[in-house]
């Protein structure tokens, strides 16, 4: 069965830093890009980075970079995000998801989308 | 950045009526635009991406149109399952990769 599983998550003084990890099973985790997207309690959802599935590219959202780094295993089917200098605004749920892609019919471009979704881990930065 | 906005904020509606939600993009994303479905302690679940084609297992009730920067998801003859938040995604000006703020449908 297709799935992702996020792990990690935790309590931490602002400034501390936390390790998410998530493991996909069902499918080949290494052919696909990857995503944590975070959801702050109450919020909507807030991409945070991505990583393409062999590791070569990654992006991060503003609020993230320099403190947040993705990385990923393929040989282990893992996906992390090392989590650096955390604020309070950094509390939330954090879900990694699938990066895929479909050729639009007809065309020369691709649709993306997130079609895998873990069911997340809560990090709370709190003193 | 791409900004997404939803509308309306909420909608209370009976089963067995129809939903329209509306996504509006800052600037033209084309059709790369997805919806998903969350409920209250669940992870978000994809319904449609490209504007219109339904993920894998949606049901025919859900139906997405819409292109440039006015998108529409509108759900036929509403469910008890299909209460909860729906966000729109746009996918063809990243990174980032932006949500909408939601839209909630709730029961009348």
């Known amino acids: 069965q297709v799935g992702l599983v996020e792990s990690g998550g935790g309590v931490v003084q602002p400034g501390g830093s936390l390790r998410l990890s998530c493991e996909g099973s069902?499918?080949?985790?290494?052919?696909?890009?990857m995503n944590w997207v975070r959801q702050i309690p109450g919020k909507g959802l807030e991409w945070v980075a991505f990583i393409r599935y062999d590791g070569t590219i990654k992006y991060y959202a503003d609020s993230v970079r320099g403190r947040f780094t993705i990385s990923r295993d393929n040989s282990k089917n893992t996906l992390d995000l090392q989590m650096n200098s955390l604020r309070p605004e950094d509390t939330g749920r954090y879900y990694c998801?699938?990066?895929?892609?479909?050729?639009?019919?007809?065309?020369?471009?691709?649709?993306?989308?997130?079609?895998?979704w873990g069911k997340g881990t809560t990090v709370t930065v709190s003193s | 950045e791409v900004v997404m906005t939803q509308s309306p904020v909420s909608l209370s509606v009976s089963p067995g009526e129809s939903a329209t939600l509306s996504c509006r993009a800052s600037?033209?994303?084309?059709?790369?635009l997805a919806w998903y479905q969350q409920k209250p302690g669940q992870a978000p679940r994809l319904l449609i991406y490209?504007?219109?084609t339904r993920a894998t297992g949606v049901p025919p009730r859900f139906s997405g149109s819409g292109s440039g920067t006015e998108f529409t998801l509108t759900i036929n003859s509403l469910q008890s399952e299909d209460f909860g938040f729906y966000y729109c995604q746009q996918y063809n000006n990243w990174p980032p990769v932006t949500f909408g703020p939601g839209t909630e449908v709730d029961m009348k």
């Open positions: 600037q033209g994303i084309s059709d790369n």
């Open positions: 490209g504007a219109s």
């Open positions: 998801a699938s990066h895929r892609r479909s050729l639009a019919p007809g065309f020369s471009y691709y649709y993306y989308y997130m079609d895998v």
């Open positions: 069902g499918f080949t985790f290494s052919i696909f890009g």
